[in-house]
């Protein structure tokens, strides 16, 4: 799955996070921080959480050129990973944060493109239904 680790994550009062400095916060940082956490683990779970946290910082360079819906998309990443991340991220981050991750991650590609058919379907239903109401209109005047 693609995540867009650079988006902003946004408060519980719509109003964009920001870190201690006034900056806004994106996603790929909140993930990178819940990942590099210094915790009692054996150093093979720490390379791995290290490693994952820079295929985060580097999907930040990686885009879709066929995106239609301009989204920037990053790297692939698997369910495991995600699933590891969105554990750290509840461990270490705020109710709210997580809550946000949470709903970002479990959010698939599917619902975007869901409404990408549907825009289609739409415009095609919209072209088909003018074409017979024009053929309809030449018929019966």
Request: overall charge negative; glycine content about 8%; proline content about 2%.
């Amino acid at each position: 799955m693609k995540i867009d680790f650079e988006q902003k994550l946004k408060g519980p009062w719509g109003e964009f996070a920001k870190d201690a400095a006034g900056k806004e916060v994106s996603l790929g940082a909140i993930c990178m921080a819940a990942l590099l956490v210094n915790e009692q683990i054996e150093p093979a779970e720490k390379l791995e959480r290290y490693n994952l946290a820079n295929k985060v910082q580097f999907s930040f360079d990686e885009q879709d050129p066929n995106d239609e819906l301009g989204v920037r998309m990053g790297t692939e990443f698997t369910v495991q990973e995600l699933a590891l991340i969105e554990s750290l991220v509840g461990k270490h981050q705020s109710t709210w944060v997580y809550g946000v991750v949470h709903g970002v991650f479990n959010s698939s590609d599917l619902d975007k493109e869901k409404a990408i058919i549907d825009d289609r379907a739409q415009r095609l239903l919209d072209e088909t239904g003018q074409t017979l109401l024009e053929s309809h209109n030449s018929r019966f005047g």
